[in-house]
């Protein structure tokens, strides 16, 4: 082989490795995933950027831990007390909004502990305590679940005291969950965008929602590079500049289902 080719080899195999490289690992929760925005997001992005995106979906805990870590660059999650948490602990560089949504309480079409005429989500959990109405948790340390136990609180209640056989906690993403509660005929909090993709709905209905407690803050964050120096941190902030950037939010309103907008953008508000 002439000398050459060896060279053309070499650089043709130096691309490959190059482009093989540029990726980047998000964390973020099984509701921008099983929403379907990833899969809207993404392909865009990595047109432009030529960036590969690997996204790990668990619950926002979850995906805080593997930030801290130091196993992915970049974390996109909903739950604004533990992100600051985050933050204060140094492990991201800086938190921006990116969207919201809302969380609805969705519960059986019968409506066993009658909730749907109000409008009062902890009101509607105290109800359903009362009835001992079947309710599914989704148990995982997410955003949801946090939002939840929350909401317990909010209601007067201690839920590791006060469930019971009508408390199912599943440890499991949002539409398992939702499955677990179409199998059961019961009450569960999920964010709005999952619940519009869901297709297996079974007798299930929004019971409650419009509820001001009920608003759901998605933000991002670049895991901080001196903390954990793999962190690829050109290429993350790459990711976190387009997503709110007027660009990344207009990709972010276009998603929709069934004609319904999932994601409403804030970055700039």
């Not at 490959?16 to 690992?25: E, S, Y």
């Not at 950027?49 to 790990?56: C, F, K, N, S, Y």
């Not at 949801?144 to 136990?149: G, I, R, S, V, Y």
């Not at 902030?237 to 939010?249: K, N, P, T």
Request: charged share 20%.
């Amino acid at each position: 082989m002439g000398l050459s080719r060896v060279l053309l080899l070499a650089t043709a195999l130096c691309g490959q490795v190059q482009a093989q490289d540029k990726f980047i690992t998000v964390a973020s929760t099984t509701s921008t995933e099983q929403s379907g925005l990833f899969k809207h997001l993404l392909p865009i992005f990595e047109k432009q950027t030529g960036i590969q995106v690997r996204v790990v979906a668990v619950g926002t805990g979850q995906a805080l831990d593997i930030g801290r870590r130091g196993d992915a660059d970049v974390v996109l999650v909903h739950a604004k007390p533990l992100e600051e948490k985050f933050m204060a602990e140094c492990q991201g560089v800086k938190r921006y909004d990116v969207m919201y949504n809302d969380f609805v309480l969705i519960g059986p079409k019968g409506d066993p502990a009658h909730v749907a005429e109000t409008k009062d989500v902890a009101a509607a959990f105290r109800k359903i305590r009362q009835a001992q109405a079947p309710f599914v948790s989704r148990g995982d340390r997410s955003g949801t679940h946090f939002a939840e136990l929350e909401t317990w609180k909010l209601a007067g209640i201690d839920i590791a005291k006060e469930n019971g056989p009508w408390y199912r906690d599943t440890g499991q993403g949002m539409g398992p969950a939702l499955n677990t509660a179409a199998g059961m005929n019961a009450y569960i909090l999920s964010d709005r965008g999952t619940w519009l993709s869901f297709k297996n709905r079974g007798e299930l209905t929004i019971v409650v929602q419009g509820d001001r407690r009920l608003f759901n803050q998605y933000g991002v964050m670049l895991v901080n590079p001196q903390k954990h120096p793999n962190v690829k941190a050109k290429l993350g902030q790459a990711f976190v500049d387009w997503l709110v950037s007027s660009e990344g939010q207009d990709a972010i309103a276009s998603y929709r289902v069934n004609g319904e907008q999932l994601f409403f953008p804030n970055a700039h508000e």
